[in-house]
């Protein structure tokens, strides 16, 4: 579903704190409890932007997914939480999935995105905001 515009124009650090403790399909209703933790249980969302744009910066500003997760991996390993490494109903590990969220928020409720929200499927792609919000936590 699109982003509501007060969501678009959110900043970064508001949408960080946005459906932290999430973990179901997108579009799954809040009271679904199978697909919620309990709050503060895994790593949250805004936790996952800098290292997933490190990760695409890295590779060359556009990656494949799988590489993209896989150098977010090795970033965000110290930090994880033993829930982050479990295995969900899906098959996917946590911390996978929490990556591939914090990447959508990224590019689908940003304005303006952080990565590019039509880069083709199975890619990522830092926009210029990404590059600018990576910058900008690089100096303080």
């Not at 509501?4 to 508001?14: C, L, M, N």
């Amino acid at each position: 579903a699109p982003a509501r515009a007060d969501q678009r124009d959110a900043a970064p650090d508001a949408l960080e704190r946005q459906g932290e403790d999430r973990v179901g399909p997108l579009g799954a209703e809040d009271g679904d409890v199978q697909n919620t933790l309990p709050r503060g249980e895994r790593t949250p969302q805004g936790d996952f932007y800098i290292p997933v744009l490190k990760a695409i910066e890295r590779l060359g500003g556009r990656a494949r997914v799988a590489d993209a997760l896989d150098i977010v991996g090795e970033l965000m390993r110290p930090r994880f939480r033993p829930v982050d490494l479990e295995n969900l109903p899906s098959g996917d590990v946590r911390w996978r999935k929490s990556a591939q969220f914090a990447r959508n928020a990224m590019a689908n409720t940003m304005n303006p995105p952080m990565i590019n929200p039509s880069s083709h499927h199975g890619w990522w792609e830092i926009a210029e905001a990404g590059r600018r919000y990576l910058a900008d936590r690089a100096m303080s």
